[in-house]
């Protein structure tokens, strides 16, 4: 993507981290899922309220604008009909907590300061606007003791289609009752503050562009970067990461700044995070993707890439296997990746030990694992799993009487069968012995496997091999009958799985991603909502997300020695019926009279009301 503002002297002072760690890591499935989902939540929650004209997102516009320590980035398009064929989706339960997120939006952030976003913003607003959020440092110093980041300063950068309605709207908007109007000059830059007990709006015609800020310093940025400081397209890597995931129409698009997003996170966590432990956890120097909206969903391309001239370097090695072949067309979630002792040796490396970040521990596996199986992690299991695995949730057939629902499956591909078997063998002594589980030898479909029977008649288990050299256990129900040799219908097979982790008939284009990785798949409708998975506990409107969606899938692959791509797919209910956007506000009565700012050189005209 051009930077199409040019670089001009003076340039602020970078303050971008240099450290690099001294350690080889590849980017992992989960995380690009887990990022993706949360992104998918947060651009659609704001960018349903700026509705408007039609035209192609061009992101390139907005986030020129943008300092380039900005934490996160949204930009969504204003296609009118895109935002219709968007409130298609859902159910009426999440379209009602929807739209009062909608209406929340406009009374907190617009109607306090007079503003209406379909009178006073949609007549002149082009084709995207993009959202900018910021670090705030004084809020750094009040975090609570329960981790939770205070809120960043918020940037909002809307194109001007029509120059003299954007003008109006911003020169002769009318101060409300309980604000005060501050007119200061920054640069040459006329800067209107509205300010109240409850907050402050600051309001600039920059360039071809009105940015509204939560704060005046935050809109000097803007005026900074335009006046040719940094913006995010000077964010190393930025630009060949966009490009690798364009595509024709974008419907959002989303960067998170991870050095950024990790020094907030870890200076608002209760614990301390050491320099170097800091370093290590902000390797990666962003995520990025672009949304398209689908027939039965939403569709995100996104890429996440490493800060330049480190030491470490991913591995190319896509040898992602189809396990979905392997499982039943029933599975409820299944995971998997390419090398699980790389994996484990990643991960390791990147947490390190006293990491507050790191949501496991890895010593507390090593220990966990050892004290309840008898093996080494590393000697015993990991020296034998250097390719692919799979894990998976998988019903319990309807003909077995148990009170367990469903039961977990893991595989592994042995890169070494003969080690691997010395470790079950090992492992099936540990359980007979120190566990007093009954282990016998049995035969499911014809074909040879272990059984553990607990005396507690609760948690089953049983191991065998399926391919020659990929080895399986189930736990909890007995499920092995399933995938034993192998399914009667696969996961493969079944239509929703390949609608989430299929790309070839999205507008995207046919996936890039083969051979892959890894891959995520979540039956969302089967798990979540029926109430078969041991969340913790979700609010309504998680709640009220969860109910619109049907699915959930990702595939990724390693690019390069820096980059990592991935598709995300969330596959969305359908019911008739449209969103509603909230009602235009009550008419503010206009303030008598502005106050003017001592600071503010030359003295701009008043605003005519």
Do not use: C
Request: glycine fraction near 8%; aromatic fraction near 6%.
């Amino acid at each position: 993507m051009p930077n199409k503002m040019p670089n001009r002297q003076p340039k602020p002072k970078s303050k971008s981290n240099t450290v690099a760690p001294k350690y080889k890591q590849r980017r992992r499935i989960v995380v690009g899922a887990g990022v993706a989902a949360i992104l998918a939540v947060g651009a659609i929650g704001v960018g349903k309220f700026w509705l408007g004209n039609s035209g192609k997102l061009d992101t390139s516009n907005g986030v020129s604008l943008l300092p380039q320590d900005t934490l996160l980035s949204v930009s969504i398009s204003t296609d009118l009909e895109r935002w219709q064929q968007f409130s298609e989706f859902g159910i009426p339960t999440s379209r009602g907590v929807f739209e009062q997120q909608l209406a929340k939006f406009q009374t907190d952030f617009l109607t306090p300061y007079g503003y209406d976003y379909r009178r006073d913003i949609q007549p002149w607003v082009g084709k995207q606007i993009t959202l900018g959020y910021l670090d705030n440092p004084a809020a750094n110093t009040n975090k609570s003791q329960n981790g939770i980041i205070p809120n960043r300063q918020t940037i909002a950068i809307l194109p001007i289609a029509d120059r003299s309605a954007a003008q109006k709207s911003v020169e002769q908007h009318q101060t409300p009752i309980d604000a005060n109007l501050i007119e200061s000059n920054y640069k040459g830059v006329a800067i209107r503050e509205f300010k109240r007990k409850a907050g402050t709006m600051a309001v600039s015609i920059v360039d071809n562009f009105v940015a509204i800020a939560t704060d005046r310093a935050s809109l000097q940025r803007v005026i900074d970067t335009q006046q040719g400081g940094k913006s995010l397209l000077a964010v190393p890597g930025y630009t060949k990461a966009l490009s690798a995931i364009e595509i024709s129409r974008p419907f959002a698009q989303v960067y998170v700044n991870i050095p950024v997003a990790t020094a907030v996170a870890a200076a608002n966590s209760p614990e301390t995070l050491a320099a170097d432990k800091l370093a290590q956890a902000q390797i990666q120097q962003g995520i990025a993707a672009n949304a398209t909206l689908e027939t039965e969903g939403i569709a995100w391309k996104g890429i996440s890439w490493l800060k330049p001239n480190t030491k470490q370097k991913l591995v190319v090695e896509n040898q992602g296997r189809d396990f979905a072949a392997n499982l039943p067309t029933d599975t409820l979630v299944m995971v998997s990746g390419g090398n699980l002792q790389r994996l484990w040796q990643d991960y390791v490396r990147s947490t390190d030990t006293n990491n507050p970040l790191a949501p496991v521990k890895p010593a507390d596996v090593v220990k966990n694992l050892d004290s309840i199986t008898g093996l080494d992690l590393e000697s015993e299991i990991l020296n034998w799993s250097k390719g692919a695995f799979g894990v998976a949730i998988v019903p319990k057939p309807a003909k077995i009487d148990t009170e367990i629902g469903a039961g977990l499956v893991l595989m592994q591909q042995a890169s070494d069968r003969s080690v691997a078997e010395k470790a079950f063998a090992k492992l099936d002594n540990t359980m007979g012995q120190k566990q007093a589980f009954k282990i016998a030898k049995a035969k499911i479909n014809g074909q040879d496997v272990i059984n553990w029977t607990s005396p507690l008649n609760g948690i089953a288990a049983t191991h065998g091999w399926l391919d020659g050299n990929l080895a399986f256990i189930t736990l909890g129900a007995p499920v092995a009958g399933s995938i034993v040799p192998q399914p009667q219908q696969r996961l493969s097979e079944n239509a929703l799985f390949q609608q989430s982790t299929r790309w070839r008939n999205l507008s995207i284009g046919e996936s890039s991603l083969s051979p892959h990785n890894g891959q995520f798949f979540i039956d969302i409708d089967r798990t979540i909502n029926a109430g078969n998975l041991p969340l913790p506990y979700l609010s309504p409107e998680v709640k009220a997300g969860f109910q619109a969606m049907r699915s959930l899938g990702v595939t990724s692959a390693i690019l390069d020695e820096s980059s990592n791509r991935f598709d995300l797919f969330v596959a969305l209910k359908k019911v008739p019926g449209t969103a509603k956007l909230p009602a235009p506000p009550k008419v503010i009565k206009p303030s008598p009279k502005p106050s003017q700012s001592p600071s503010a050189a030359p003295k701009p005209a008043s605003p005519s009301n």
